[in-house]
């Protein structure tokens, strides 16, 4: 029974930690301009990273390596240099982003600005880092994410035509006003914001953090099987409302408050504080995660010891690159940089780099001298390689179609 | 061919280095070849890791060398840091495990730098987080 | 010396002619038990030489790493030119590259 609960809360965790600021944004704005018509790319992002966490998951507990220690050792110093140059830049613009999440979130609580903000949070993300057991982490803010369920009661009590939803989501075409540049450019936004390469180095360093090994292997499916997709289809709630509500007021997103009008519009002040809280949740746990991440991939391909799991000055260098990757962040987002842009680059980028760190994972998956006989079964392979193919065809459109699109404002 | 056959590209290079308690401490960033006097044959006498090892591998052999004799002017002039001796490795898996404890490898001299003039200063480093 | 200067190295036969780059070494554990440990002496034996990718770190070439059958057929193709030549077929001198012995053909010594 005991055992259940713990699966249960994993389950929720995993839900309520997989909406960060890059699945707010891209998917409340592809609600408003193309309304559903987008939403298969968030359920091929959501098999993408269900495949990718499951598969590093396993091989975190099976052999005990994480991501970025496995891109060094196979792809080699100078390929795993230039992959950890481009993870590390992304990473960083995500971090910044989020950082700036959780400073709109708490202003447009307070009506404090959000610029004023940013050095308060940036002290709390390293602060909670550097004193908040791991696993209470995941946990708290995990479990404060299901406030955004309220984008699915949002829905709900509009009350749409559920058929017509259904319809456009399964026949989609591209609406007016929008070229097939747009329509592709945001299905690879809604791809990226799922399939984020931080969500994979936290993952995969949680699993060493936590000590799994193979008994925790179906415990670690659960979260993913189950998790990951209910947390895909909290995202196509977001979708909808934007849909039903921004939609058609030709309301397109270019700030964060405007993603919580649906919310506002429909449940009231009520409505608008749970929606904050989620908001916070969601941003300021993505802000621990890929602030840790920071730490986790310098460390991983230099050979540093890393870790909460560790006494702060056991990984001094860890913690270092932690806590200036945090200021370095607070930085950028005190330069009045465009959050809502931030963001888009970040999940975009994020797209055309999965390749990067897939690669070497699917590979290691397959290697029985790390797996002994956990390796990949043939069914997992086949789709693993399938969508080995997608990434490298993502990743080879995305920067030309950025700039055709100018950024998606088309 | 008796004897196990190991590639060093495959095996060995890149791979990371865990001392006697399990700690991490660096990836082999190159291996120090001789050759036997007696035989004639080249054998791996030792593991390269520290400071300037990989950028010396990497083809940045003048930043590296200077990374490299600036850390030891710093740390130990006599003898040169980065080579670990092949007779310390209990074991070549995946990971390389030595007979040794961090603190005694030249990887672990950056790290007790920053411990001692940065983080070691922040109040809470020596916490273990309540678990 | 560092291992790493027999990497990407050019192997050239007598009549100059390339026979490809060092991708790989190969190692054998033959010697004897080194002073103070437990480890055998690590005998460098052979390179592994090919003309193509540098893909033969990923372990498809010695069949270590089986699948996806897409990565095993693309890579498996790519490093099938690799083959191995014992260092005692070669001849290390201060020049960029090794040197096949005179009398060799190509100095196949199986993958």
Known sequence: MKRFFAVFLGILTAIGGFVDIGDLVANSQTGARFGMNLAWAVVLGVIGIVVYAE???????????????LVRERLGPRAGLANLIASFFINFLTLTAEVAGVAIALSLASSVSYLLLIPFVAFLVWLVIWRMPFETMERVFGLLGL???????????????????????????????????????????????????????????????????????????????????????????????????LGPAGIDVGQLSQVALPVASVLGRVGLAVVLVGLFAATFGAALETALSAGYIISQYMGWMWGKYVRPRQASRFHLVVLLSIGAAMIFGLTRVDPVKVTEYSIVLSAAALPLTYFPILVIANDPSYMGDKTNGRFLNAIASIYLVILIVVSIITIPLLIITKGGSG | MTGRVLYAGLELLDHQLRDREGRLCGNVDDLEIERSPDTGELYVTAFVAGPGALLQRMGRRRLGGWIERSNRLVNDPERDRNLIPLSLASRLGPNIDLAVDAEDLATSDTERWVRDHLIGHLPGNRHRAPE | MRLSELLDREVVRADGRSLGKVRDVRLVQDGPILAGGTQAALRVDA????????????????????????????????????????????????????????????GHAGP
């Open chain 1, 55 to 69: 598969m590093c998951g396993r091989v975190a507990a099976v052999a005990g390596r994480p991501v970025f220690d």
């Open chain 1, 147 to 245: 406030c955004l369920l309220v984008f699915a009661v949002t829905v709900w009590k509009v009350g749409p035509d559920w058929g017509g939803l259904f319809h456009t989501a399964s026949h989609p075409q591209v609406p007016a006003g929008e070229t097939g540049f747009t329509y592709v450019y945001f299905a690879i936004a809604l791809f990226g914001a799922a399939m984020t390469p931080y969500e994979v180095f936290f993952f995969s360093s949680g699993a060493v953090e936590e000590h799994w090994t193979e008994r925790d292997l179906a415990t670690n499916r659960a979260n993913v099987l189950i998790g990951f997709p209910l947390g895909g289809l909290l995202s196509l709630a977001i979708m909808a409302s934007a849909d039903l509500i």
């Open chain 3, 47 to 106: 390179v592994i030489v090919s003309r193509g990718w540098r893909g033969v770190r990923l372990g498809y070439l010695r069949g270590q790493v089986r699948g996806p059958w897409l990565l095993r057929v693309t890579f498996g193709r790519l490093e099938r030119g690799a083959h191995a030549i014992s260092l005692r077929d070669l001849v290390w001198d201060e020049g960029p590259h090794l040197r096949l012995r005179s009398d060799e053909p190509d």
